[in-house]
């Protein structure tokens, strides 16, 4: 009887005094999936994110990118894998809350996957092509006028704020731009700096490098306020179009059947990544806002309110798959 109460308070004594478990939540590999090509805003973040990942956790991280279907290839293939954390998703809104108003991905948006990390926003930006005669938006959007149905602007996927920003100011300005959709922002920027499509809306994070080169030209930006890197550059609000105001939150998803626990350590571990200065500094210098911290159901009511914005959006104007 006295064995058995020492091995009983020696044991007590042993999960006291041992060390307290890993903050982070992998305990092998992780893979983190991207619904974008290689270049683009979101494959941006996920590199960002899984270098200091791989760090905290002390695990592999491996970011593969399965761009394609509005980003429905990349949400099918992380609800079909355990949902165990080990596989996640690093998205942009657009994602989740506009491309699905248009195109059905065969997935529901808002139960079958859960923010567990909202880290930085990307706004909109409207740039040109450096061959375009416009100088600023008010030339460009009189140039447009002056051409019904000759000019053509881009977005990096049908269904996303990029082409929304295009279809509310047509609306707004009576112009007539021809969308042209590309699977991602690489491929459409690579056509605007070539001058086969003269305009585009694009994420500031993949855009801004190639203003600073001028590769493209920034002719307008679709925030509530000028940004302060282009303070010379008007917003849509002041050109008149105060509905073309567009900006993506960037971060990381898992799949609903995720068990709340295991939702809540990945959250903290993601946070605590987030909050690095190092992270914060690199997604700054990218082009990203880093956002202040969120808990999950914070992100999930803002999941689900630029989700029903869209939704409006979408009915208001009109839009369709083209």
């Given at each position: 009887?006295?064995?058995?109460?020492?091995?009983?308070?020696?044991?007590?004594?042993?999960?006291?005094?041992?060390?307290?478990?890993?903050?982070?939540?992998?305990?092998?590999?992780?893979?983190?999936?991207?619904?974008?090509?290689?270049?683009?805003?979101?494959?941006?973040?996920?590199?960002?994110?899984?270098?200091?990942?791989?760090?905290?956790?002390?695990?592999?991280?491996?970011?593969?990118?399965?761009?394609?279907?509005?980003?429905?290839?990349?949400?099918?293939?992380?609800?079909s894998q355990p949902a165990d954390g080990q596989v996640l998703m690093v998205t942009a809104s657009n994602v989740l809350t506009e491309v699905p108003h248009?195109?059905?991905?065969?997935?529901?948006?808002?139960?079958?996957?859960?923010?567990?990390?909202?880290?930085?926003?990307?706004?909109?930006?409207?740039?040109?092509?450096?061959?375009?005669?416009?100088?600023?938006?008010?030339?460009?959007?009189?140039?447009?006028?002056?051409?019904?149905?000759?000019?053509?602007?881009?977005?990096?996927?049908?269904?996303?704020?990029?082409?929304?920003?295009?279809?509310?100011?047509?609306?707004?300005?009576?112009?007539?731009?021809?969308?042209?959709?590309?699977?991602?922002?690489?491929?459409?920027?690579?056509?605007?700096?070539?001058?086969?499509?003269?305009?585009?809306?694009?994420?500031?994070?993949?855009?801004?490098?190639?203003?600073?080169?001028?590769?493209?030209?920034?002719?307008?930006?679709?925030?509530?306020?000028?940004?302060?890197?282009?303070?010379?550059?008007?917003?849509?609000?002041?050109?008149?179009?105060?509905?073309?105001?567009?900006?993506?939150?960037?971060?990381?998803?898992?799949?609903?059947?995720?068990?709340?626990?295991?939702?809540?350590?990945?959250?903290?571990?993601?946070?605590?990544?987030?909050?690095?200065?190092?992270?914060?500094?690199?997604?700054?210098?990218?082009?990203?806002?880093?956002?202040?911290?969120?808990?999950?159901?914070?992100?999930?009511?803002?999941?689900?309110?630029?989700?029903?914005?869209?939704?409006?959006?979408?009915?208001?104007?009109?839009?369709?798959?083209?």
């Open positions: 009887m006295k064995r058995l109460i020492r091995i009983a308070v020696l044991a007590a004594l042993a999960a006291v005094l041992a060390p307290a478990p890993a903050f982070a939540f992998a305990d092998k590999p992780i893979k983190l999936i991207v619904p974008a090509p290689p270049g683009g805003t979101i494959d941006v973040m996920a590199r960002i994110v899984s270098d200091q990942l791989s760090r905290d956790t002390g695990q592999p991280v491996v970011v593969e990118n399965k761009p394609g279907a509005g980003g429905a290839i990349a949400i099918k293939y992380l609800l248009v195109l059905k991905g065969g997935f529901d948006p808002l139960a079958d996957v859960k923010p567990v990390s909202l880290m930085a926003r990307s706004s909109l930006l409207f740039i040109c092509s450096p061959r375009f005669p416009a100088r600023n938006a008010k030339e460009a959007i009189a140039y447009v006028k002056s051409h019904p149905g000759e000019v053509s602007v881009a977005s990096y996927s049908a269904g996303t704020a990029s082409q929304y920003a295009g279809a509310i100011l047509n609306k707004a300005a009576g112009l007539d731009m021809q969308h042209v959709p590309y699977p991602g922002s690489a491929p459409a920027l690579a056509q605007v700096m070539g001058g086969q499509v003269p305009l585009m809306f694009d994420g500031a994070v993949t855009s801004k490098p190639l203003i600073a080169a001028g590769k493209v030209r920034l002719l307008a930006v679709a925030t509530p306020a000028r940004m302060p890197e282009f303070p010379g550059v008007p917003t849509f609000a002041e050109l008149g179009y105060p509905d073309v105001n567009f900006g993506n939150w960037t971060g990381v998803i898992a799949s609903s059947k995720t068990p709340a626990a295991l939702t809540e350590k990945i959250h903290q571990t993601l946070e605590k990544v987030a909050a690095n200065p190092a992270v914060r500094e690199r997604l700054a210098n990218a082009g990203f806002e880093p956002m202040p911290p969120r808990s999950l159901a914070q992100a999930e009511s803002e999941l689900r309110q630029e989700y029903e914005r869209n939704a409006g959006i979408v009915k208001t104007f009109a839009i369709k798959l083209d």
